[in-house]
């Protein structure tokens, strides 16, 4: 059943094992550098989905060049987030509605978030994200690579449930066009936290000026 709070509740019962397991050096990262690279001096960053703060909101908080802010709806995932980056703001809000102004920030990230939320809001969350962009911002997300929908009830065996509606990266590559975006890089990343070999499809896209 399509249940978004399950995922939110989820993630307030697992945030500490999930924080534990996250590993924030993964394949993400180097993505991470290249949307780095890109972005002027003194730009904001807005975290959709921060979850615990690794790898991106960490990471910013120590950089003297971007402001960072992040935004979840697990009052428990913003708890780790607010100690792994004390500086960084945060917010308690769902990505498919982000509780930010328009054209506020240079860049977007969502690091495994869209793919929590029921696939009839992908385009919402994606629209949200052009929305929240300047012209010409860039926005770092990851989907899965082939489209899956299921539930583990113990997932990280910690006795709960978590749901992902994962829509692949065809339907997430041609709802970014639509909404306005260029893909500019697509890399395949690994995934630590899944019991397979699974990839993940990161895109760095920007949207048109
Ligand atoms: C897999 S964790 C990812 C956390 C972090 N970005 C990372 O890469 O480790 C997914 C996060 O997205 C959040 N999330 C899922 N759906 C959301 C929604 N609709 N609105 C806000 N946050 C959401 C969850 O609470 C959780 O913290």
Known sequence: ??????????????????????????????????????????AQVLDAGCGQGDPVLRRLDDDPAVEATGVDFSRQQLRFASEAAPNVALA?????????????????????????????QHRAVVDEFARVLRPGGLALLTEGTADWQGANSDWLETGVEMQWYIAGADATREQLRAAGFTVRDER??????????????????????
């Open 188 to 209: 395949l990343v690994g995934d630590e936290l899944a019991d397979e070999e699974a990839s993940w499809t990161v895109f760095l896209a920007q949207l048109e000026d």
């Open 1 to 42: 059943m399509v249940d978004k709070d399950a995922v939110r509740r989820g993630y307030d019962g697992l945030a500490e094992t999930y924080a534990a397991q996250r590993d924030p050096d993964g394949g993400e990262w180097r993505m991470l550098e290249r949307l780095r690279e890109r972005l002027p001096s003194g």
């Open 92 to 120: 308690q809000g769902d990505i498919t509605s982000l509780p930010v102004a328009d054209s506020a920030f240079d860049a977007v990230t969502a690091f495994h978030s869209l793919i929590h939320v029921p696939e009839t």
